[in-house]
């Protein structure tokens, strides 16, 4: 059987148009495909911005966290040091109760000494003064013995 020309071109020109509709669909089709790849391409260097300046904050953040760290160290560090000094300079609480009983100990006994050495000194000062009156007393005494002696071998002689 031999074709039809007029059905063969009737055939091509569908088959023509159909080609045409799906070329154009193609084009559309390529230019949505375009233009989502633009779109995306956007977004996507939209989202990596973002995620880098999301990086450079997170990296300055931590940056300032460390400096802070580092500061809060270096004043517990000198809190440290200071508390040692402050610690070198006192006494545990079982020292001081002993030491406390050891000078109440020698501050009684220093307080017995004193007495004694006081009533002592009173009774040499008694004595001293005693003394010295027994001393003009004696050398009063004497003197006028001693001028009774001269009156004498005055006369006498």
């Known amino acids: 059987?031999?074709?039809?020309?007029?059905s063969e071109k009737s055939c091509d020109a569908r088959h023509t148009a159909e080609t045409r509709l799906v070329d154009e669909?193609?084009?559309?089709?390529?230019?949505?495909i375009s233009h989502l790849t633009e779109r995306f391409d956007?977004?996507?260097s939209a989202a990596d911005k973002a995620l880098t300046i999301q990086a450079e904050a997170n990296e300055r953040a931590l940056r300032i966290q460390a400096q802070e760290y580092e500061r809060r160290l270096g004043e517990l560090n000198n809190a440290h040091e200071r508390a040692l000094t402050e610690q070198s300079r006192t006494m545990s609480r079982n020292d001081?109760?002993?030491?406390?009983k050891e000078y109440d100990?020698?501050?009684a006994g220093f307080d017995e000494f004193r007495r004694k050495t006081e009533a002592n000194h009173a009774a040499m000062l008694a004595a001293t003064t005693k003394g010295q009156e027994i001393a003009r007393t004696w050398a009063t005494a004497i003197g006028i013995l001693v001028s009774i002696l001269a009156v004498l071998l005055r006369f006498w002689q």
């Open 25 to 32: 669909r193609i084009e559309k089709l390529e230019a949505s």
């Open 1 to 6: 059987m031999t074709a039809d020309p007029v």
């Open 96 to 100: 001081f109760v002993v030491f406390s």
């Open 105 to 107: 100990q020698f501050r």
């Open 42 to 44: 956007l977004r996507l």
